[in-house]
């Protein structure tokens, strides 16, 4: 049975309070030297330890950071997980986790953090997610917060560490455009998850949309509606849509807003004996290990996420320590292509 400070107290003969400043090295000249040792022999005696997490929330520090990504099915999001806690964890701090969308487990599509006791959150939405919008209107507004991932242009007095997302797209069709892919047959195509059934249309999309209009080559955005098989499995089924066009009608260069939908995609055209990349080259983002261990390994779109995760922690342990504010208060981090034999 774990002994309690009410143990402590009750046996040697004095107030709760006193043995609580005894144990936490408050006790000063107030406390007779004979009462302070009698409590620390009785609280050796009962091997007492003492509740770290009580401490902490008496004195309103939990050293807990709330940490929110959208889901844990992609592994990018596991990445900012890990990363993340690494950063916390060197300072000192844990992690509490916060997916905010369980459809896939039939749950909640939010928490309520208000309801748990964190000293700071690391936020990793949309552009357009708000804290204030995730606490509802019952929760603490001035909770330490940064964003990761993307600029919130609505709230430009917060701390943001944003992912270059448009560069990604423009880099993509930079690439095949120069090695020549992007003319070919159909040009480019954008493969993007679905929602309600229409493509993703993000800044990834709309970057490499826009340096296509700028060369007059073709473009198109294509999606499709079966997600059962995840992410993999949609860029499988889409790389079987490609297989049954005609040479012609096919893209002569892809880009994926995922390395899993790449991946997907060019295990189809592999299995179709699509020659690649002579016959449709293939770009992937994200740089996720699967991308290298391919038969190919994938050309890819590497963000710097824990450069990211570093940066954000940083601000967000500045702003709880209440150090001036650093400029800009959010930044823009640059992508890389990482070449593989794809494209």
């Known amino acids: 049975m774990q002994v309690s400070l009410e143990d402590i107290a009750?046996?040697?003969?004095v107030a709760r309070s006193t043995a609580s400043r005894v144990l936490n090295g408050s006790g000063g000249a107030t406390i007779s030297q004979a009462t302070q040792e009698r409590v620390r022999r009785l609280a050796q005696e009962l091997?007492?330890?003492p509740n770290r997490m009580a401490q902490r929330l008496r004195k309103r520090q939990a050293d807990t950071?709330?940490?929110i990504v959208p889901h844990l099915r992609n592994p990018f999001f596991v990445e900012v997980v890990v990363w993340c806690q690494r950063f916390l964890s060197e300072r000192g701090l844990n992690t509490v986790l916060y997916p905010t969308m369980l459809e896939d487990w039939g749950g909640a599509t939010e928490y309520h953090l208000s309801r748990w006791a964190v000293d700071g959150i690391l936020y990793y939405g949309s552009p357009t997610d708000s804290i204030q919008k995730l606490l509802g209107e019952s929760g603490d507004a001035s909770i330490p917060t940064v964003y990761l991932g993307h600029l919130h242009e609505s709230e430009p007095e917060a701390l943001a560490v944003a992912l270059a997302v448009e560069e990604l797209g423009r880099l993509a069709g930079v690439h095949l455009y120069e090695r020549g892919h992007a003319r070919r047959n159909a040009g480019v195509w954008c493969l993007s998850p679905p929602r309600d059934g229409v493509a993703i249309r993000d800044a990834r999309a709309c970057g490499l949309e826009r340096f296509c209009q700028e060369r007059e080559i073709p473009f198109s955005l294509v999606t499709g509606n079966d997600i059962s098989d995840g992410l993999r499995g949609l860029g499988f089924s889409l790389g079987l849509q490609i297989l049954a066009l005609p040479a012609q009608a096919r893209p002569g260069g892809i880009f994926c807003h995922n390395d899993l939908l790449a991946v997907g995609c060019l295990c189809a055209l592999r299995r179709g004996g699509v020659n690649i990349p002579e016959e449709i080259a293939l770009i992937g983002c994200d740089a996720l290990p699967e991308g290298r261990f391919q038969e190919l390994s994938l050309t890819t779109l590497r963000q710097p996420i824990s450069t990211m995760c570093q940066q954000a922690v940083e601000r967000l342990f500045g702003l709880m320590q209440s150090e001036p504010l650093p400029?800009?208060?959010?930044?823009?981090?640059t992508p890389e292509l990482v070449q593989g034999h794809t494209t």
Not at 10 to 13: F, V
Not at 327 to 333: A, D, K, T, V, Y
């Open 65 to 67: 950071i709330g940490l």
């Open 47 to 49: 091997g007492y330890r």
């Open 327 to 333: 400029q800009p208060r959010q930044i823009i981090l």
């Open 10 to 13: 009750r046996g040697a003969g």
